[in-house]
């Protein structure tokens, strides 16, 4: 089942993001591999066709939230920490994947864009931070 998930927990949700983004990963030819360590940075390392490998933080939503008249905007939670939430560390991630799950959208931005705890993202608006970075599998190329 693509989209609209119905994982019973956040946490349940983002094994199912980062199992989703396995699969996108595979199907482009990239090659992901999943920390042994739980709590790591990075959730997982993706090998590109040239040897590179990336650190990844894979995040997600399937709640939009409204805003004014019809807009729609996903928020997602590009923070660390469980009590005292901190902006990813850009030395140990080089990407945030972000899923929004009821579009079954992508966005692959390079974690020096995300420099708040939490990136809006707004795909019915051209003038959106973000929407540059959506479907950006080519980053994975450098």
Partial sequence: MVGTSKAS?????????????????????LAPFIPIESGSAQDLLVMNRDSTVFRVQVKGTSVPVQKGQGVVRYKISASTGQYVKQVIDCQKVDIVAAYIDPLDSWYIIPCDEVNVTSVWISPSSQTSRFEKYKDYWELFAN
């Fill in 9 to 29: 927990s956040n946490k349940a949700r983002g094994t199912l993001y980062e199992h989703r983004f396995i699969v996108q990963c595979l199907e482009r030819g």
